[in-house]
């Protein structure tokens, strides 16, 4: 008799364990399954919104799993940091065009009448995905994105606007100004921020000639005071044009490292 309910018992106890065995793969199925569909659910939102932009990269994950990385980059993210509000380029030197940082698209660069917004013609009908800059020597643009042919460019205003194609996401500096050659005599005198100081660290320049102090110091955050005052407050490769007024002396430093130095004598 106890063997037949030692039999017995032994039964229910293997019944119990089969049929939790059963309960816990229903469970891990059930789980993977959610985690598949909020995957791909997260995936199907990558739509392009008012002026945002959406840009997947692929990120390693566990072995058969796809996972992707979505990275959102609004408008108020990128800018251009060259050429600065109120700069001043002469007609037929290379100046270097540049916005903050790549978006990871294809794209161009147009150049606008500052008065009247409309296309002057196309400084580079073509960028690369990783660009952050280019060099263009101010006295020719294209006709069109697909004309190669070229035409002068005049003495005036003008705004440069940096389009990324597949996306609504346009980048449009500030107002600057092209000058001809003996026209005017106004020079530009560019300063780089790096590791923490200004380089050079010294300039004699003319009243009338313009200093322009451009954030070459990584992801780091720069704050441009002069006389005590804030300045600029420079992100990564954004730029601060000062106007030389006077015959005097200036002296510039930052507020993140209070040694840092930046003389101009203004003769």
Known sequence: MNIQNL?????????????????????????????????????????????????KAPTSGKTGQAIQQT???????????????????????????????EMGRTGSIV?????????????????SQQQVAYDWDTSKVSLSKINPSRKEVIAGAYIIRVEFDSSNIRLESAPFQII???????????????????????????????????????????TVKGAGVVLAKLVQRDSYVFSVTQS???????AENAIAKLTVLAK
């Open 248 to 254: 005097v002396k200036y002296e510039f430093s930052l």
């Open 111 to 127: 150049l606008l009448d500052a008065s009247s917004k409309e296309i002057v013609g196309w400084i580079s009908p073509s960028l």
């Open 180 to 222: 001809s050659s003996g026209t005017e005599k106004i020079l530009n005198h560019e300063v780089y921020i790096r590791n923490g100081i200004f380089i050079p660290n010294y300039i004699e320049v003319q009243s009338g000639d313009k200093i322009i102090m451009i954030n070459d110091d990584g992801n780091n955050t720069r």
């Open 7 to 55: 039999l017995k018992n032994k039964k229910i106890l293997i019944s119990i364990a089969v049929a939790a065995v059963i309960l816990v793969v229903i469970f891990v199925s059930k789980s993977n399954k959610q985690e598949a569909n909020q995957e791909t659910g997260n995936a199907q939102q990558g739509t392009e919104q008012g002026t945002t932009s959406t840009i």
């Open 71 to 101: 990275t959102t980059v609004t408008k108020t993210e990128i800018s251009v940091a060259s050429p600065a509000k109120g700069e001043v380029w002469l007609a037929g030197k290379i100046h270097s065009i540049r916005w903050t940082h």
